[in-house]
């Protein structure tokens, strides 16, 4: 059966400065950088070929995706973009100083947001408009909950990655940490009061396996 793996991008400068980023479209650190070339060399280890890499329209997990497609080798393999796999859009928290958001609505509040499955962060008043998104017809929203942004994930996975990997095609996704907690959410099958315990760290490659029906035989991180 094909292999999935999925991977957080690389240290954003967002992370680095403890900053709410959402869609906001932030570079890699050095670090960040050193993070996904450190992720490849363990997926090389696998000696997997792939045969699609899917990754966000932001900059931090494409540059991700490149970085780990270009070390391993593999930077003839297809890259597609879509927006269902962008970050979660932390709404009116964006740009802003988690300590910060801390001080100001409480830190259990805080955690509701970050790691629960239905807190809606507060939102904006207006949408933005970004030309990458108004080409492709799609509405940025004005915040996301957990729950929202698997809604708007699992019609990619369901219609791109899953009829690949039924056909045995390995598949690589370079993501966000919340879409990627909202996948391994869905894939196993967490209960929505337990998410919260589910962490993905930057450029730590995750492995699953599947048996023919697709169901998770075996799930493993890279160190």
Request: glycine fraction near 6%; proline fraction near 4%; aromatic fraction near 8%.
């Amino acid at each position: 059966m094909a292999l999935l793996i999925i991977t957080r991008h690389g240290e954003s400068q967002a992370n680095r400065d403890n900053i709410f980023t959402g869609w906001t479209d932030v570079p890699l650190t050095d670090k960040g950088i050193s993070q996904a070339r450190v992720a490849a060399q363990q997926i090389m280890q696998l000696g997997v070929y792939f045969h699609d890499v899917h990754t966000s329209m932001l900059q931090r997990a494409i540059l991700t995706a490149n970085l780990i497609c270009d070390e391993i080798g593999q930077a003839y393999v297809p890259i597609h973009k879509s927006w269902r796999l962008n970050e979660r859009h932390y709404g009116a928290l964006r740009g802003c100083n988690k300590d910060v958001v801390k001080k100001q609505y409480g830190a259990q509040q805080v955690a509701k947001w970050r790691r629960g499955f239905s807190a809606l962060p507060p939102q904006l008043t207006q949408a933005d408009h970004e030309r990458r998104y108004d080409r492709l017809g799609v509405k940025i929203p004005l915040s996301e909950s957990l729950a929202m942004t698997q809604n708007r994930l699992l019609p990619y996975w369901n219609n791109q990655i899953v009829p690949q990997l039924l056909n045995g095609k390995n598949q690589l996704i370079v993501a966000h940490g919340s879409t990627l907690r909202a996948l391994i959410k869905y894939l196993d099958q967490i209960p929505d009061d337990q998410i919260d315990q589910v962490e993905v760290a930057n450029g730590q490659p995750i492995v699953y396996r599947f048996d023919e029906h697709l169901r998770v035989q075996s799930k493993k991180s890279l160190h």
